[in-house]
């Protein structure tokens, strides 16, 4: 399946300041798979080394972890000649060697011409939490994510689709109404299915959503065994109860991570550590309000006023329970979920096109859901789950700060109103 990922890898390949890669990411985002079809069709051979299922490979980095000793070593390991250039090393499940994420200092300084990605699900939380000596300045980093709605349509075969969509995002265009009613179907089913590639395959080869769903538990199953693997003892049950609580907290009206939710009397300093464990292991983000529309956003936020989005749609409505049909068909009995869900899903879209999103809430309560920087311009976007086109809490925005335009997000077809671009959810990618 068609991953963007793979243009990046290509780009570091061919770059001239290249330098090892590591390749991060929640578990089951398709990591391996996108690292080994790169290494297939671009490299002459590739060299493989996963730290969980071969735990003897530890011992190969225990003394010298320099390129001249390692590489004779883990040719033989590979049963293949690793050759500058022309051989793709991969390190899988790094974070269980912390020798192993050093040594690529070495490469980088040493011998450059070796080519190396590692990759890990809890790599964040390993090196913020363990006594890892990070290769700082020595190494790229990127965080993969599971397929975004661009993705997902590719892999159900609407690559022309996707073109016109695009099109009509840069022209303000609508679609015809044929082509957006099956985009709206098509966002549907990306919300029950998500964007795992294992959930899409099941799905494009049987569209059956009992086996999607079945696959979809066993991964959060494996999310709850992490939580208690690769956890501090005292954590792994507020860990475990703010996971299972994030479905709550996004079917209240205001979607803002309230503690109290959680336990009666509960209080920042005894959820922070889970909170920020969920974070590094890549299965939820926080996004945090912003007191003033000033550059640079980050500047202005308030630590202590957050909203927490699952990394998944998929995910998301599995832990919900909701039923294929509820989405499908958007039935009342989620009215509550809805804005929540739909506030998840756009989060995951910008957060895939490298945005850090953050929401706005003036002193009168007239919230925003999302600021982003666009360019070089702060821009506001309004999301709906449906066509409400209603929109005060963004008028008084744009009164107060006069941004260039704002986005309203919804079911509604592509246009352009007093200067508020109007995007279907569906093309939430394109932004």
Known sequence: MYRKIMKYLEMWKNSPYRK????????????????????????????????????????????????????????HIAGTTIIRKKTLIVFDEVQLCERALTSLKYFCEMDNDYHIIVAGSLLGVAVNRATFSFPVGKVERKTMYPMDMEEFMI???????????????????????????????????????????????????NKDYILVRHNQDDILMDYLDDMSKYNNLNEIKKTRLTYDNITVQLSKKNTRFQYKLLKKGARASEFENAIEWLCLSGI???????????????????????KIYISDLGLLC????????DILYMVDDINDFKGGMVENYVNLQLTINEYRTYYYRSKRGAEIDFIIQRGSDLIPIEVKSADNTKSKSLNTYIDKY????????????FGLNDNKKIVPLYATFCI
């Not at 671009?42 to 000793?69: C, K, M, Q, W």
């Not at 159900?156 to 996707?162: A, P, R, S």
């Not at 926080?286 to 550059?295: L, P, S």
């Open 284 to 306: 939820v983000s926080q996004v945090y309000r912003v007191e003033t529309i000033k550059k640079p956003l980050d500047n202005y936020r308030d630590i202590d006023d957050f």
């Open 402 to 413: 006069h941004p260039a335009y704002a986005i309203k997000i919804s079911t509604k077809n």
């Open 318 to 325: 599995a832990k919900k329970g909701l039923l294929a049909n």
């Open 155 to 205: 892999a159900n075969g609407e690559e022309d689709l996707v073109q016109k969509i695009k099109e009509s995002f840069d022209t303000n265009t609508p679609l015809p109404y044929a082509l957006h009613q099956g985009a709206l179907q098509l966002y549907k089913q990306y919300l029950i299915v998500g964007g795992m590639p294992q959930c899409v395959r099941q799905f494009i080869e």
């Open 20 to 75: 090892p890669l590591i390749l991060q990411g929640a578990r089951q985002v398709g990591k391996t798979y996108s690292i080994l079809e790169f290494g297939r069709t671009h490299y002459e051979n590739v060299a493989y080394f996963n730290f969980e299922t071969n735990p003897d490979l530890n011992r190969t980095f225990d003394g010298d972890i320099s390129p001249n000793y390692l590489i004779p070593i883990l040719s």
